[in-house]
């Protein structure tokens, strides 16, 4: 059974990228913007395009307004375009007399103002109009020639459409391999491009081409795949096509129910789209179905309506089938005379229609214009080689000389510049030596100072409070409980200091030395709270793991805090820390199983920030996470 093949219009506007609504919408939207006379012609013209797809009444109504208003500001451009667009609305409507008149209107004003591009594109949408009233050796001329100019300046968009409307020819005289493989080249570059209302259309064309060679499989993916395309972008005569494709194709492998469906959704859109022939050709398909069922006077009864129509818009094709349903029908109704009567009709049409000479004339055209082209090519690639021959040979005496010149410059170079470098590289590692010698010998001072000065005096201040408290018999606890914190402070601070001297000693530290300086602070914790149960474990593959001084003090800093704040507030019988590889990452937490804290509640105080400050220092994250079951924290450090 016949459906439509969409053939695709070269146009000037840009393909829907959007459901045509929407853009329709915006551009009335912008009318109510009282814009000016040339702004207003424009809307109009893409007003008619984008109703072409959505109510021909619409299109033509805008089409009319659009051809006043430009004739009005005299631009010979617009008016060409807008004829042009006027055009594929006739078009879509298949009424083809007046879409080639508006067609050659575009024409004759491009061919004035010496529009090469334009004309080749109304070329091209002739030749559409030429294939569908059975003119196809005219219609072959014309896509050829189109397709020669876009080829010449390498325009692969209008390329892809004109090899798209050949494939279509193709189908139309019935050579199927040519067919597809001209639509398939078309839609892997509208497939390349994401161009949807391309897709749209081509995927329903070659699914028309694998059904008529009885690849129903091929056809149905197509046509599911130029569902999807035609929906998103609004296309409701493809839509509707597309349906009454898969209706057809399903009647034939016998699952009727779905076929059903899916000629009723195809009818639905053409009453929107308000097609009086789009409606008739659905109802040609629907006749498949009550012949299957035996409901012969009901099909006659369609038959006989919609041949009127068919006759009217002089559609041939769909006559065709229309004469071909008709026998049988009126065999089963024994009307032997309309029998007799539409077996010569229907042998007479296809005759017609085939038309063998035209056929092979088309086909000679192509294979013609194929054959020019290659030879045209050979001929080029000859020209090429000789001049290249002749350039390479002057090239390569030329080269030759340069090359020995250049070699003995740049072995000159070379050797000069492999002797700067190495002087750079010497003077570099000299710099850095000594400044790492120099950073060195500061740590050294400033950390001999530290022990030295402020070390001996703390120790002075530890021995002076104890020989005061041996020396004089202090009876006020508060006094002596002073003292005593003085000497507890210091004894704290010498530890704290002696630490910082570790690490501004140490350009790098390990955790391995980390582990040796937590667990002697963890052994000194158990002396103090020997009821607490202490554990420290650490990753083998870290103890490698080397440090910056910042970092590693930090890191001891933070845990000691954790551990001081867990012991004095806590009321924790364990505390666990724990340092672990994560893919990239180090995890070190410290927690205990005490009273906890209400985390929304508590005010932060300095130990707690100055934990998140020091690891946000070296680029950590610190996380904090207390409940009546305990308190947890995390640090979270990058692997270097």
């Known amino acids: 059974?016949?459906?439509?093949?969409?053939?695709?219009?070269?146009?000037?506007?840009?393909?829907?990228?959007?459901?045509?609504q929407e853009i329709i919408d915006g551009l009335k939207k912008d009318l109510k913007n009282s814009p000016d006379a040339k702004k207003t012609a424009t809307i109009y013209s893409d007003l008619t395009w984008y109703?072409?797809?959505?109510?021909?009444?619409?299109?033509?109504?805008?089409?009319?307004?659009?051809?006043?208003?430009?004739?009005?500001?005299?631009?010979?451009?617009?008016?060409?375009?807008?004829?042009?667009?006027?055009?594929?609305?006739?078009?879509?409507?298949?009424?083809?007399?007046?879409?080639k008149e508006n067609y050659l209107k575009a024409y004759k004003i491009r061919k004035i103002r010496k529009d090469y591009s334009g004309l080749a594109k109304i070329n091209n949408n002739l030749a559409s109009v030429y294939t569908h009233t059975q003119q196809y050796k005219a219609a072959m001329k014309s896509y050829l020639e189109s397709l020669e100019y876009f080829e010449s300046l390498n325009d692969k968009k209008n390329i892809a459409v004109t090899k798209a409307n050949i494939g279509q020819l193709f189908t139309n005289l019935r050579d199927y391999p040519k067919a597809i493989k001209y639509l398939k080249e078309s839609t892997e570059y509208a497939e390349k491009e994401n161009l949807k209302e391309r897709l749209c259309e081509n995927y329903l064309n070659l699914a028309k081409a694998f059904e008529l060679i009885g690849n129903y499989k091929s056809a149905i993916l197509y046509n599911n795949k130029s569902l999807k395309n035609c929906i998103e972008i609004g296309n409701k005569i493809a839509t509707g096509i597309a349906y009454q494709s898969l209706g057809v194709i399903n009647a034939k492998i016998s699952k009727d129910s779905l076929s059903k469906v899916q000629l009723q959704k195809s009818e639905k859109i053409g009453k929107e789209y308000n097609s009086t022939l789009n409606l008739a050709n659905v109802k040609l398909s629907l006749v498949r179905n009550l012949i299957k069922k035996g409901k012969f006077v009901e099909a006659n009864t369609i038959l006989l309506e919609i041949k009127k129509i068919f006759e009217k818009a002089n559609s041939k094709e769909d006559l065709l089938y229309t004469?071909?349903?008709?026998?049988?029908?009126?065999?089963?109704?024994?009307?032997?005379?309309?029998?007799?009567?539409?077996t010569d009709k229907y042998s007479n049409l296809f005759e017609e229609l085939l038309q063998k000479d035209a056929k092979n004339q088309t086909i000679e055209l192509e294979t013609k214009y194929q054959t020019t082209k290659k030879e045209k090519l050979l001929l080029e690639k000859e020209v090429e080689a000789k001049q290249k021959n002749t350039l390479i040979l002057g090239i390569s005496v030329l080269a030759f000389f340069i090359a020995l010149i250049g070699y003995l410059i740049y072995r000159q170079q070379k050797q000069k510049n492999i002797q700067q470098a190495q002087e750079y590289k010497l003077k570099k590692a000299i710099i850095k030596i000594e400044n790492q010698n120099k950073l060195q010998e500061q740590r050294l001072n400033i950390s001999r100072d530290l022990h030295d000065n402020i070390g001996a005096q703390l120790t002075f201040i530890i021995s002076s409070v104890d020989n005061i408290k041996y020396a004089f018999d202090i009876t006020n606890e508060k006094l002596d409980s002073k003292l005593t914190n003085i000497s507890s402070f210091a004894k704290e601070t010498i530890l704290e200091l002696r630490d910082t001297i570790w690490a501004m000693n140490s350009n790098e530290i390990t955790f391995e030395d980390l582990e040796i300086r937590i667990n002697n602070y963890i052994e000194k914790a158990k002396e103090a709270k020997d009821q607490i149960s202490f554990s420290f474990a650490i990753d083998p593959e870290l103890k490698t793991q080397k440090l910056t001084s910042v970092q590693g003090m930090n890191i001891y800093r933070t845990i000691q805090e954790a551990v001081n704040n867990s012991i004095k507030y806590a009321n924790a019988s364990i505390?666990?820390?724990?340092?672990?590889?994560?893919?990239?990452?180090?995890?070190?937490?410290?927690?205990?199983?005490?009273?906890?804290?209400?985390?929304?509640?508590?005010?932060?105080?300095?130990g707690l920030q100055n934990m998140q400050k020091r690891i946000e220092e070296i680029g950590g994250k610190f996380g904090l996470d207390s409940s009546s079951e305990g308190t947890s924290i995390t640090v979270l450090l990058k692997k270097n």
């Open 1 to 20: 059974m016949k459906k439509k093949l969409l053939l695709l219009l070269l146009i000037t506007t840009t393909a829907f990228s959007q459901n045509a």
């Open 51 to 99: 109703y072409s797809n959505v109510s021909i009444d619409s299109a033509l109504s805008y089409g009319n307004k659009a051809i006043q208003e430009s004739k009005k500001l005299g631009d010979s451009t617009l008016i060409a375009q807008v004829y042009s667009d006027v055009g594929a609305v006739y078009f879509r409507k298949e009424d083809f007399q007046n879409s």
């Open 323 to 342: 004469y071909k349903y008709m026998i049988p029908i009126c065999a089963q109704l024994d009307k032997k005379d309309s029998v007799s009567y539409y």
């Open 575 to 606: 505390i666990a820390i724990n340092a672990k590889k994560i893919e990239n990452r180090i995890k070190i937490s410290v927690q205990d199983n005490g009273i906890g804290f209400d985390l929304a509640t508590v005010e932060k105080g300095n």
